[in-house]
T-cell receptor
Framework: GAVVSQHPSWVICKSGTSVKIECRSL??????MFWYRQFPKQSLMLMAT?????????EQGVEKDKFLINHASLTLSTLTVTSAHPEDSSFYIC???????????????FGAGSRLTVL | DAKTTQPTSMDCAEGRAANLPCNHS???????VYWYRQIHSQGPQYIIH???NNETNEMASLIITEDRKSSTLILPHATLRDTAVYYC????????????FGDGTTLTVKP
């Protein structure tokens, strides 16, 4: 099946620095990828939709200048947390539509997630 | 997306069937029922989906009531590795990424 890879799987950074998380579709092309955030003991929250070759679409309440998304190729989307603060510490997960799913289905395949800790 | 309601938590004995319910009384005719699960500290994993007919794959079975207002995910022989949070999502087949994840059901499989 389709595989989405995220890197790094975990990262620790100092407050005020920026952190980049990569999301790659390994065996398929993804014109659209999705970024989620998950705080401890909470559910996933969609942050933004990453579109290859165009600007990302952000969900209400998500600061686009703080969470920079770049989707420069059909297999790579990046999320950069700029000027990170402790409250940005979270589990960030990306996903893409599985092209091998049954026709008519919109099945998502997810990366393993990236755990960010801001000190 | 239609709103879903799931029990917060459930326990199941290893080797027994785990039946996870989901209520989606406001589901519309073109909305599918999707199930995902998330094992601790991992990304979610797709399990199964259906529109109105019951479905079965190598992981689970999905039973959808005739009025489509509720469904049940069945893990026929639960193992300890099935301990996870199970999410029921109801949505159309457009714009898949904007799936709304509720709180899900935490299934604990016990020896």
């Amino acid at each position: 099946g389709a595989v989405v890879s995220q890197h790094p799987s975990w990262v620790i950074c100092k407050s005020g620095t920026s952190v980049k998380i990569e999301c790659r579709s390994l065996d398929f092309q993804a014109t659209t990828m999705f970024w989620y955030r998950q705080f401890p003991k909470q559910s996933l929250m969609l942050m933004a939709t990453s579109n290859e070759g165009s600007k990302a679409t952000y969900e209400q309440g998500v600061e686009k200048d703080k969470f920079l998304i770049n989707h420069a190729s059909l297999t790579l989307s990046t999320l950069t947390v700029t000027s990170a603060h402790p409250e940005d510490s979270s589990f960030y997960i990306c996903s893409a539509r599985d092209p091998g799913a049954n026709s008519g289905a919109n099945v998502l395949t997810f990366g393993a997630g990236s755990r960010l800790t801001v000190l | 997306d239609a709103k879903t309601t799931q029990p917060t938590s459930m326990d199941c004995a290893e080797g027994r069937a785990a039946n996870l319910p989901c209520n989606h009384s406001t589901i519309s005719g073109n909305e599918y029922v999707y199930w995902y699960r998330q094992i601790h500290s991992q990304g979610p994993q797709y399990i199964i989906h259906g529109l109105k007919n019951n479905e079965t794959n190598e992981m689970a079975s999905l039973i959808i009531t005739e009025d489509r207002k509720s469904s049940t995910l069945i893990l026929p022989h639960a193992t300890l590795r099935d301990t996870a949070v199970y999410y029921c999502i109801v949505r159309t087949n457009t714009n898949a990424g904007k799936s709304t994840f509720g709180d899900g059901t935490t299934l604990t499989v016990k020896p």
